[in-house]
């Protein structure tokens, strides 16, 4: 009965503050004459730059287009015209026109869709994948659908064929790596992309594995830490690179892994999920002296050269959230939904800004506001809700599963 009070505690919170976090970037973040959103919001929700840049558009989309699909509360009207907005905006202006053939997605755009500067990466076409399949989920949209399908197909040629369209070139002291964040980001598509279709399910079906294989590559030291860059074929990479560790992206691979495996029926990589890809990254990450998840740590205990490697940021801590609470679903397990506790005791007093809405993002070591805008070149309006919004979910179905 205590847990079934404490978890009802809990979503009663996370859903206050999911209204609070919608309204703010409804109230402040749309541009009404040119389309799309403002990515640079102050505390108090005012544009202090107008540039939008492409990943944070397209997360928009897709957050917009999943409340509005997927939760009776925000299946409102001018939720989805937002989302409308978005695309059009990012349909228009986000591909960058290259002489043979089609072109990347830009990384920022000026306020009226001009290209202002390209990533060599692949994260803005993956958020432009997102974005157009959500929606087209609700608008029935094909060639919309279409158009997420082709840019997905275009990333994978990149990911396992030829890169050379990105605009990086090989160089010799620098060998291609396996970096923990692209089988991730793909993982993640393919979940998106397949769900209730079982015709694209059949087409990506060897590439969740191969997705999947390349994530496991990154238990190193013998099963004891998770490291964020190896080799193609799985070994650890000299210096710096080769040591670092990123406790967030650890935690939210591991709810990847955890949600992959659960839909197999595969026992045997959800336990690698939590015990892996969770617990590790938990314990390495946690700073005992004063609370929150570190941004880097070096495996070795040297200092990271990131030099914001003791900050505590929003997102790990979303992140954390979800891989915690889905575990302890999944298990219930008691030990998992305390991590969960601890980390939202910590969360919810640090991040949240109980006068003007949404979360702050960038704390220092001891838990003071560093930077106190709500979104930025970074920050938009996707990992806080997409938390808040997972977390509601699993609550939801863990309170169901307690009254049956």
């Known amino acids: ?51 939008k840049y492409v990943w944070l558009q397209g997360r928009q989309v ?7 699909r997927t939760m009776e509360r925000f299946h409102r009207p001018e939720i989805l015209e937002a989302a409308k907005s978005g695309a059009a905006f990012l349909q228009k202006f986000a591909r960058v026109q290259a002489s043979g053939g089609p072109g990347k997605c830009a990384f920022c755009l000026t306020r009226d869709g001009r290209t202002v500067k390209v990533q060599r990466t692949i994260f803005s076409e993956c958020f432009y994948v997102m974005a157009m399949d959500e929606l087209s989920r609700i608008t029935q949209d094909k060639e919309m659908q279409a158009d997420a399908e082709s840019m997905m197909d275009r990333l994978i040629f990149w990911v396992q064929t030829d890169s050379s369209d990105l605009g ?11 970096s923990m964040a692209v089988p991730m980001m793909l993982l993640c598509l393919v979940d998106q992309l397949t769900e209730g279709r079982t015709d694209v399910a059949e087409k990506y079906k060897d590439l969740s594995g191969w997705c999947v294989e390349r994530i496991l590559q990154h238990i190193q030291r013998d099963g004891k830490a998770i490291l964020e ?50 617990e590790i990254p938990f314990h390495t990450g946690w700073d005992k002296q004063h609370g929150g998840l570190f ?67 960038y704390l ?12 930025g070149p970074f920050k938009g309006f996707f990992h806080v809700p997409r938390c808040l919004y997972m977390c509601e979910k699993l609550l939801d179905s863990l309170l169901e599963r307690q009254d049956s």
């Open 229 to 278: 860059n190896v080799t193609l074929n799985g070994k650890e990479l000299p210096g710096c690179q080769g040591r670092l560790q990123n406790p967030g992206h650890a935690l939210e691979a591991g709810w990847f892994l955890l949600q992959y495996a659960l839909k197999k029926g595969d026992v045997h990589l959800q336990k690698t999920a939590v015990d892996k890809f969770m």
């Open 295 to 361: 941004y880097f740590l070096d495996v070795d205990g040297h200092c990271p050269t990131q030099l914001e490697w003791n900050m505590k940021l929003w997102w790990p801590h979303c992140e954390a959230l979800i891989a915690y609470l889905m575990a302890y679903g999944h298990s219930r397990e008691p030990v998992l939904l305390d991590r969960f506790k601890q980390i939202y005791n910590y969360t919810f007093t640090h991040f949240s800004d109980e006068e003007h809405g949404e979360w702050f993002g």
């Open 1 to 51: 009965l205590f847990t079934k009070s404490l978890l009802e505690q809990y979503r009663e919170r996370l859903r206050t503050e999911l209204d609070r976090v919608v309204d703010f970037w409804l109230k402040y973040s749309h541009d009404k004459e040119h389309g799309g959103y403002f990515n640079c919001l102050g505390k108090d929700g005012k544009v202090y730059d107008e540039l």
């Open 168 to 178: 990086r070139p090989q160089l010799p002291g620098d060998p291609p790596i396996n």
């Open 364 to 375: 220092s070591r001891q838990g003071e506001v560093v930077l106190d805008f709500k979104g």
């Open 62 to 68: 897709w957050m917009y287009s999943r409340l509005y």
